[in-house]
């Protein structure tokens, strides 16, 4: 039988990505544009969690909403050593998949940037991301709809970790 196209396309970059030589990556709506099928990044996980040089992570509008691809995706992020900006920007992303990921955010020591938008969190997610980002010290940007009314209290936890909220402590 045949593998599916993006069986092919995960194994390259699985490749790159363990060889070492990969700052930035960005798979953005290439792989499931026209399905309606959730994304697996059950491959890419583990890669994550070790790779010491991925800096940039940028995964938009790729249907990453389910909640065990969030749960791998937080657990990955909660081991890796060098990525400082990842987009998950129109993912599906739901109240449930925030908390999931919210739920590991004060392990992900190195994530400086973090782009949530296009998503339907609802103020249920909105109100647990904003739980999570009162007491991380390492964020300097959150990107969320403006729509939310946590969005300004959002940012300025953002803004003040950016001053070195670390060193008030």
Do not use: W
Request: aromatic letters at 6%; glycine letters at 2%; one cysteine or more.
């Amino acid at each position: 039988s045949r593998l599916p196209c993006h069986h092919f396309t995960i194994r390259a970059i699985l490749s790159i990505i363990e060889n070492d030589q990969l700052r930035h990556l960005r798979i953005s709506s290439t792989i499931y544009s026209t399905r309606e099928e959730f994304m697996d990044l059950t491959p890419l996980t583990a890669a994550l969690a070790r790779t010491t040089t991925l800096e940039t992570l940028k995964l938009s509008s790729n249907r990453l909403g389910r909640e065990s691809t969030m749960a791998g995706l937080s657990s990955a992020l909660a081991h890796n050593t060098s990525i400082k900006e990842l987009e998950l920007l129109n993912n599906h992303i739901t109240p449930e998949g925030i908390e999931i990921f919210c739920s590991r955010l004060h392990e992900m020591k190195t994530l400086r940037k973090l782009d949530f938008r296009l998503n339907p969190i609802s103020e249920a997610g909105a109100d647990i991301l904003l739980a999570a980002v009162e007491t991380n010290y390492v964020l300097r940007q959150i990107k969320i709809d403006r729509s939310f009314k946590q969005y300004k209290q959002i940012v300025f936890y953002a803004d003040l970790n950016s001053v070195g909220r670390q060193q008030l402590q």
